[in-house]
């Protein structure tokens, strides 16, 4: 695969985390960018939609956009319509927004997160662990933030129910993502995330892949969409009381718990292992390649093939001047299309 350009606003924790593991998995050169110096490459991926507006029109035919999140689209799901109608492709990370792509670009894919599942696994619980541990993770840094997230919902269904809560949040004392696994995951019997939306939570991926069980919301994207109720999660309203329902159980029902932890770990191997979601991606990069040598190939076509043209209204012709209303000239066919017929019409060629 031939290089690629990676356009990014943050690589922070999250997505910058997962597109690092994802890219080595590719066979391509690829490098990562905030600014607009970097011209030589194959395919222009960007981190979200919003980064499209930084673009040159000219290099939308060899654009991929992300939809990574469904507040992107918050009170306006046709939001970006006319930007995503112009990139090459679109990669959704949810259902929810695979439709939003899709009423706006048929080259819209539905493709989830990944993790590698050799690093991200279970651990079996320590001999005479038989303590019930709650975990959260999320940026609460905000009132928005800590709404969004459900943080207090879940600290207080902990108090009710009395059992611990660890918390790994975002900022001055947080947990390493490297030590996720070991400081957290493995230390915690559920994860919490009352989430009001997500696109493709990591955090509910990585308890997944550890075989942690999880209560979450139907409105938590990809997994409120994708995972079922008592068979791979269990879904809560965000509401104290619905929260404290799910714990106990899960606390009461020693078989529940067991299927959980087992299906969670499937449900992981079967929708985030990042070779085949590396390979998904794969395939859109190399079909954006294949499209753009095609039309690279026409261009140079239409460049050698000279036409003759009438103006349908005057216009502005780079390298010659005004062409007025009625005048003909000869111009190649790339000039001929680009000037559109609504300018101009071809008379005939040669």
Known sequence: MKKILYKIFSDSWSWGLIVKRLLKELDTEFFFTKDEKETDYAVLFLQQITLLKFVSAKDYVKTICRLGGNRTFSGNEMRYKNLMENVHSIIATNKYLYEIGKRANP?????????????????????????????????????????????????????????????????ENQIPHEKMQSEFYHKISVLIHPTKSEGCSNTIMEALACGVPVITTRTAGYHGEMLKDSKNVLFCERTVESIVDCINRLKDDKKLFNKLKKESRKFAEQHHDIKSIAEQYKQVFNQCIKDNEKLNQQMLKDQETQVKIRALRSCFIENYGLLKKGEEMQVSLLLAKRLGNEYVEIINEG
């Open 107 to 171: 080259r819209t894919y539905l493709i989830p997160n990944g993790l590698d599942l050799d690093e991200w696994k279970p651990v079996k619980p320590k001999r005479g662990r038989t303590k019930f541990i709650a975990g959260f993770v999320g940026n609460v840094s905000t009132p928005e933030y800590r709404d969004h997230k459900g943080y207090d919902l879940v600290i207080d269904a902990c108090k009710q129910t009395g059992i611990e809560l660890i918390s790994a949040l975002y900022g």
